[in-house]
């Protein structure tokens, strides 16, 4: 089956640590994104790439850092200087070349940070 | 520092009945509009999209309706039934370089009452 998955579904950990949340999809999509979402509220983008080895910051990327070597995957890495980790986080993929511009969501990890 | 909650927008509707949910969007260059529907703790699911050259779409008891001259969308269900319930997300897509990169609404509670 193609999709996105998200590992793990839940993660704990302990303040003033780095924490790696794992991304990965068999769509062959080059786009893939991170969001953040708190309790009641939407989503914000964190960060995207577009291609292999590059990446760009979303709108709230502070305290976070990506890497791309892998056209599958997209892991992301919480770190230290991030004031309020804990959160519900979502990786999605898209195909950037043209319209339709869905993105593929994954199940997400929620991370609590004490 | 901590980021203030928002309240979602929420609607309450009776099983059969048809359900309403508006979106205003920013952008008059965006060239795709999409919705998504998310249950709680999964990630966004695709319901149904609309290019900007189409001013409505149907699907499967889902209609979506763009007006461009107010930059408004909505998403029309019929006969909504309990397994509806979820918060509903529009998203656009600035059309020129933005390559994929969606812009999410707030999102809005429906809630089906039996």
């Known amino acids: 089956d193609g999709g996105i998955t998200q590992s793990p579904k839940y993660l704990f950990r302990k303040e003033g640590q780095n924490v790696t949340l794992s991304c990965e999809q068999n769509l062959n999509h080059d786009a893939m994104y991170w969001y953040r979402q708190d309790p009641g509220q939407g989503l914000r983008l964190i960060y995207y790439s577009q291609i292999v080895n590059d990446f760009q910051k979303g709108d709230i990327a502070e305290g976070y850092s990506v890497s791309r070597e892998k056209k599958e995957s997209f892991p992301l890495t919480v770190t230290s200087a991030q004031k309020n980790p804990t959160a519900f986080y979502l990786c999605?993929?898209?195909?950037?070349?043209?319209?339709?511009?869905?993105?593929?969501f994954g199940p997400g990890t929620r991370l609590t940070v004490t | 520092g901590e980021s203030v909650g928002l309240h979602l927008p929420t609607l309450s509707v009776q099983e059969g009945d048809n359900s309403i949910i508006n979106c205003a969007y920013s952008?008059?260059?965006?060239?795709?509009f999409i919705w998504y529907k998310q249950e709680s703790g999964k990630g966004p699911q695709f319901i149904i999209d609309?290019?900007?050259?189409?001013d409505k779409r149907q699907g499967q008891r889902v209609t979506v309706l763009l007006n461009k001259t107010v930059k408004h969308l909505s998403l029309q269900i019929a006969a909504t039934q309990p397994g509806d319930s979820a918060v509903y997300f529009c998203?656009?897509?600035?059309?020129?370089?933005?390559?994929?990169?969606?812009?999410f609404g707030q999102g809005t509670i429906l809630t089906v009452h039996p």
């Open positions: 998203a656009e897509h600035a059309g020129g370089t933005s390559y994929g990169k969606l812009t």
């Open positions: 952008n008059s260059a965006s060239d795709y």
């Open positions: 999605a993929s898209s195909i950037v070349t043209e319209s339709p511009y869905e993105q593929y």
């Open positions: 609309i290019r900007s050259n189409m």
